[in-house]
């Protein structure tokens, strides 16, 4: 039997810009991103969420484990990693 998951990772990091403005601050860093002069990487994760796309038959599965559910739409299976 296979299973499905999606994994998701979330990077993240503070950035400081001067700037006289804040459109010039969001153009700045949006420059910086574009130029490549900033780029995330393993040192910016903060976490990780596994999840199940759900499809009806996995319906019948989830039941016999003792789910209570009448359709895919009653589940939000989410593991957090961290």
Same mark, same amino acid.
């Given at each position: 039997?296979?299973?499905?998951?999606?994994?998701?990772?979330?990077?993240?990091?503070?950035? $400081? $810009?001067?700037?006289?403005?804040? @459109?010039? @601050?969001?153009?700045? $860093?949006?420059?910086?991103?574009?130029?490549?002069?900033? =780029?995330?990487?393993?040192?910016?994760? =903060?976490?990780?969420?596994?999840?199940?796309?759900?499809?009806?038959?996995?319906?019948?599965?989830?039941?016999?484990?003792?789910?209570? =559910?009448?359709?895919?739409?009653?589940?939000? $299976?989410? =593991?957090?990693?961290?």
């Amino acid at each position: 039997m296979q299973f499905t998951f999606d994994y998701r990772e979330t990077l993240e990091r503070r950035i $400081i $810009i001067e700037a006289d403005t804040m @459109a010039d @601050a969001i153009q700045e $860093i949006e420059r910086r991103i574009n130029a490549e002069e900033i =780029v995330l990487d393993s040192e910016d994760f =903060v976490g990780g969420e596994i999840t199940m796309p759900l499809s009806e038959n996995l319906l019948p599965q989830l039941r016999d484990c003792g789910e209570d =559910v009448k359709n895919k739409n009653d589940l939000d $299976i989410v =593991v957090d990693l961290w």
